[in-house]
């Protein structure tokens, strides 16, 4: 207990500890908002906002590919944002013409619009959210994101309390409420300022254009695979599968809850990815050494997070979402398995900030490769038992190859004696 407390005081007085609360508010923000959508909604409109949801972060997502990743590998330096942020749009207007041409669904004027909105402010949140946090401008962070935050919380509180709210909201009100936070974020991101940090570069010029976009799209390959194979792939088999939308909204539920557990996690790793990049060409083996630092303080809280997120669907399902309870156990197997394989994180993100993310593409393509078989042959055939196989297989095969890539490609281990770590996140 004591070293947890020092733990806990140190994180309290790390300049970045404003960042740490940011992400928590955002996280917990989204999290009990998407907790309240199953209450409010039928299992079927439920299963309906899944799928319009997938479909607006994966444009989303399409629109912004590697480039938060990128500025925050850049922190310390400046980046074309008015390039970055053009770039970004022209993509989402791919993306969302895209969906109007493939999913019938999406192409009704007042689908075509919500997604646009959607996508436009998640764009902006993520692009100048990630311009802050290279800034290490974490108050500003922190106050942008308490913004967004007050936006889902009052609303599902609204949803809590009124019985009217709860029977006017549908799929495309809930993803304009949810664009509205976004935006009141985005709107607040734009005050950050550089806060210069001791340790920044002093080579202030912005990186080429050409290096710059070669970032981004070769980061961006690698999450665009993250996000439309290892954890949406399973909407579209769910939905031909037996269990139909029933099956989208069983794992749609399994995901908010894991999402909640991994709220501190998330902000450690975001908080801490600042500090790795600027590190990174440091002597002495100090980037090595500082995922080490890092990695010895992310292991006991992984165990505790997977230990206690796994039990929250034993009590929340038969309280909260007693429609749920037929597929309890379901629930509780796929929130254990994003969570057992979460801490893999630490070394993604640990490559991503170096530039080292290529040797990522050999787990993302055999994960790619494994996602499409079983869901294919389990899932489309036999629903959410063989989503479930599907789902562990994919994640225990991406997570393990992530870490072992690391340390194969971990050229930049050094011999030399480490220098004693500098306290900026």
Not at 148 to 167: I, K, N
Not at 340 to 356: D, E, F, I, K
Not at 361 to 380: D, K, M, Q
């Amino acid at each position: 207990m004591r070293a947890w407390r020092s733990g806990l005081a140190r994180v309290a007085a790390s300049p970045a500890a404003p960042y740490v609360g940011a992400v928590a508010l955002r996280t917990a923000a989204r999290a009990v908002w998407g907790l309240a959508l199953p209450a409010a909604f039928s299992m079927a409109a439920y299963g309906r906002y899944q799928l319009f949801a997938t479909i607006a972060a994966m444009a989303a997502q399409l629109a912004v590919l590697g480039a938060p990743q990128t500025i925050v590998r850049h922190a310390g330096r400046r980046v074309p944002m008015a390039a970055l942020v053009m770039h970004a749009g022209a993509l989402g207007a791919v993306a969302i013409a895209a969906a109007a041409a493939f999913v019938p669904a999406a192409r009704s004027p007042i689908a075509v619009g919500v997604l646009a909105a959607a996508v436009l402010a998640a764009v902006a949140a993520a692009l100048f959210g990630a311009r802050a946090k290279a800034r290490l401008a974490f108050a500003t962070s922190c106050y942008a994101e308490a913004l967004g935050a007050a936006v889902l919380v009052l609303t599902a509180a609204l949803l809590a309390l009124s019985t009217a709210a709860r029977t006017r909201l549908s799929p495309w009100s809930a993803m304009l409420i949810e664009s509205l936070a976004l935006a009141a974020t985005a709107a607040a991101l734009l005050r950050a300022r550089p806060n210069r940090s001791p340790h920044a570069r002093a080579d202030d010029a912005p990186p080429p254009a050409r290096a710059l976009f070669g970032d981004v799209y070769s980061v961006g390959a690698l999450v665009l695979l993250d996000v439309v194979l290892f954890r949406r792939l399973e909407v579209y088999f769910l939905e031909r599968s037996p269990d139909g939308l029933a099956g989208v909204a069983v794992l749609g539920l399994s995901l908010q809850i894991a999402s909640v557990a991994l709220l501190v996690p998330s902000a450690l790793l975001e908080a801490w990815q600042p500090r790795l990049a600027l590190v990174r060409g440091g002597e002495g083996g100090a980037f090595e050494h500082e995922v080490r630092r890092r990695a010895k303080q992310f292991a006991p809280l992984m165990l505790a997070v997977t230990l206690l997120g796994t039990a929250v669907p034993l009590v929340a399902i038969p309280l909260v979402f007693p429609q749920y309870r037929p597929w309890l156990w379901y629930v509780v197997a796929f929130v254990a398995i994003r969570l057992a394989c979460a801490g893999a994180g630490l070394y993604s993100a640990a490559l991503y900030a170096v530039g080292r993310q290529r040797v990522l593409y050999a787990p993302a393509v055999i994960g790619a490769l494994v996602a499409i078989l079983t869901n294919a042959t389990l899932t489309r055939h036999t629903g959410l038992r063989g989503a479930l196989v599907a789902y562990a297989t994919t994640q225990l095969v991406v997570a393990g190859l992530t870490v072992a890539a690391y340390y194969r490609g971990s050229a930049w281990r050094e011999r030399a004696p480490v220098p004693a770590p500098v306290a900026i996140g």
